[in-house]
């Protein structure tokens, strides 16, 4: 901005003192009307191609037409925009979706476009993304400050507010559960209705005290639990997996188990706990060994092997 600045001035001195460039050797236009131009439309012309130049760029998802298949950062910031306005785009337990157009990013955009009186085509071309620009989808969310809880007990509950209901609400999403920020994101870190929904929704999943208060055991059971993966079935309601840990036997000794055939893909991680890579996959009615029961919500079943205790029934 501060060349063009220059340009614009360096431009309106040279009209002023009569100064004028022959640029016809150049041989930038093949008419002849283009070379005898004053200097001062030349570089006003050069200022505003700079500046179009500059537009294009701004933003990587506006200066481009996004189908499916598609990957990068354009995307990335087209799926945070629709999963701020309460789509549920999962990223899958490695964070691997994230940038991929897929086809829950599709069926998002699809969704988007017909509540907002668009052409249904799944693909975010200028329109699109002006809509969900002009949403709020785009703008940067305000991180809230943390509330005092009630007794000081750490427990959140309706009314706290603060970066820890905004982890929590990013682990329930990340689960299939339905949070939405609103169009201009103000509702992440407020624990209001929809949260308290998700958290009685996981807490009877997770076959918990459904109370509504996110307190150590239901922390212990988010961040221990297994969140949906990429090749976990999607419902299109974007609500949570029908098979979940809580509707299955869990794992209660050592032996043989099953990897339970509702799911497609059983992510094996590195330690007991989702903050743990993952280091493989088992399909539906693999037959696994139990070597140790580390914590309520895992099993090992190698060196270095372990899985959630919910998705293996005995053999």
Do not use: C
């Not at 693999?286 to 090992?300: E, G, I, K, M, Y």
């Amino acid at each position: 901005m501060d060349a063009l600045a220059y340009i614009q001035g360096y431009a309106a001195r040279e009209e002023a003192e009569g100064i004028e460039y022959d640029l016809s050797e150049l041989q930038l236009f093949r008419h002849g009307r283009w070379r005898n131009l004053a200097s001062f439309t030349w570089l006003s012309l050069i200022s505003t191609a700079l500046l179009l130049s500059i537009l294009s760029v701004a933003s990587p998802a506006a200066a481009q037409m996004l189908t499916q298949g598609m990957r990068g950062e354009a995307v990335a910031e087209v799926q945070t925009m629709l999963r701020n306005n309460g789509y549920a785009i999962r990223y899958g337990a490695d964070g691997g979706g994230r940038g991929v157009f897929g086809p829950q990013t599709e069926a998002a955009v699809r969704d988007f476009q017909a509540k907002h009186g668009l052409p249904v085509d799944g693909i975010v071309g200028p329109k699109t993304m002006a809509v969900l620009s002009g949403t709020g989808g785009s703008k940067p969310v305000t991180t809230l400050p943390a509330t005092t809880l009630p007794q000081s007990t750490g427990n959140l509950r309706v009314g706290s507010t603060g970066d820890r209901v905004a982890t929590v609400q990013t682990m329930l999403r990340n689960r299939g559960y339905t949070i939405s920020y609103g169009a201009d994101g103000s509702n992440r870190g407020r624990f209001e209705q929809q949260t308290l929904q998700a958290v009685n929704a996981f807490q009877r999943d997770a076959g918990l005290v459904v109370d509504g208060i996110v307190g150590p055991r239901t922390m212990a059971a988010l961040e221990s639990s297994e969140p949906m993966t990429a090749s976990t079935p999607v419902p299109a309601t974007g609500g949570p997996v029908q098979v979940a840990a809580a509707s299955l036997p869990v794992a209660n000794s050592i032996g043989l188990y099953r990897v339970n055939s509702g799911i497609s893909a059983l992510n094996v991680r590195s330690g007991p706990g989702t903050r743990f890579p993952v280091v493989g996959r088992l399909s539906g009615g693999t037959t696994v060994s139990v070597s140790a029961l580390p914590n309520q919500f895992w099993a090992q079943i190698g060196p270095g092997e372990y899985v959630s205790r919910g998705f293996i029934t005995p053999r």
